[in-house]
């Protein structure tokens, strides 16, 4: 975890040395005024709202040790979406009270600032609704279990409602623990949560959560643009119905591991690329689209099927081929547990 810590007078430069000491062995970055300056603090003048931006980006946490209106002041500049800001902690000099004031939820802010009380010996204040009232935080879970949170919307939405209500849930994988408090199984309704790697809608409202467990193997001619390759996925997508926050990774021969095209195209969509030998793609168990073409350019039957399989378990799209670009896409084991 990388963390980005501020503190503000004497007392304070304290209280961090001992936030210091709990958070040891992650990224850190330790900022205090410059006549608080101390052995591995950054010393830092009267600093100015561009001075706390790069931070913001960078840290996955602020903690600030000082008053929540210090807090507040200096990251309002820089507050965009609860999808990517890093969660922010207020911690008073004296290590009475830890303060999530930014993504309790989404970015850990709660749970960091009950982790950090724990250790200090301090009162953690959590203000969030579903929190306080003991309730299923949706997104707090989907965050803690790294789906992708379709909408935000929906997700306000199926927070407010299970305050009040229950909310019904469905899932394309199996749901192995006991459902939480305020939900219950169901696939249709003014509102619901969906579990799936498809872009389904089953409830007039739907909070579409998607896990990241599909694998796009791709296999491609020589040059092929990356154009032509996002064209070819685009294609399989809307054909089969997947949502492309599934995808965890591409996977592709190492023939291919230079291929610009293809990794124009990792690069664009934000998708880590893995490489196998033929041998390692021909051991592959199964049975897969061969193609004697194939076979002698690459020394295995096929590529793309057998690449996405490679850690996965079903594969859900058979080898799909357009101008020039072959794709397959398969799917890990993966269950639903809410403990």
């Not at 089953?202 to 998607?210: A, I, R, S």
């Not at 996965?312 to 101008?323: F, Q």
Request: with cysteine; glycine share 8%.
């Amino acid at each position: 975890m990388k963390i980005a810590l501020f503190a503000y007078s004497r007392q304070g430069c304290k209280t961090a040395r001992r936030v210091l000491e709990h958070f040891k062995g992650n990224e850190i970055q330790v900022f205090t005024m410059e006549r608080f300056s101390e052995a591995g603090f950054a010393p830092i003048q009267r600093p100015s709202p561009s001075f706390y931006g790069p931070l913001f980006d960078w840290a996955d946490a602020l903690i600030f040790v000082g008053s929540c209106g210090i807090a507040v002041r200096e990251i309002a500049p820089h507050v965009k979406s609860k999808l990517t800001d890093p969660a922010v902690i207020a911690v008073d000099e004296l290590a009475r009270f830890t303060v999530p004031l930014l993504s309790g939820h989404i970015g850990g802010a709660n749970a960091l600032a009950m982790e950090l009380a724990d250790f200090l010996g301090a009162t953690p204040v959590i203000t969030t609704a579903t929190d306080i009232h003991q309730k299923f935080s949706v997104d707090a879970w989907a965050a803690s279990q790294g789906l992708h949170i379709a909408s935000l919307s929906a997700a306000k939405h199926v927070s407010a409602r299970i305050l009040e209500a229950t909310v019904p849930i469905c899932s394309d994988f199996p749901m192995v623990t006991p459902l939480p408090g305020g939900t219950v199984e169901g696939t249709s309704g003014e509102i619901g949560i969906c579990i799936s790697c498809g872009k389904r809608e089953p409830f007039d409202e739907t909070l579409l959560l998607v896990p990241p467990v599909l694998h796009l193997g791709i296999g491609c001619r020589r040059g092929t643009s990356c154009e032509a390759i996002e064209s070819t996925v685009n294609q399989v997508f809307r054909e089969h119905g997947i949502h492309p926050k599934a995808i965890r990774q591409v996977a592709s021969i190492d023939l291919k591991a230079d291929e610009a095209g293809l990794l124009e195209f990792c690069k664009k969509w934000e998708l880590p690329a893995v490489f196998y030998s033929a041998g390692e793609l021909q051991a592959v168990p199964g049975e897969f689209t061969a193609s004697e073409r194939v076979l002698r350019v690459t020394g295995v039957d096929n590529v793309c099927e057998r690449a996405a399989m490679i850690g996965a378990e079903t594969l859900l799209v058979r080898k799909t081929a357009m101008d020039g670009v072959t794709v397959a896409i398969a799917q890990e084991h993966w269950e639903v547990c809410f403990a």
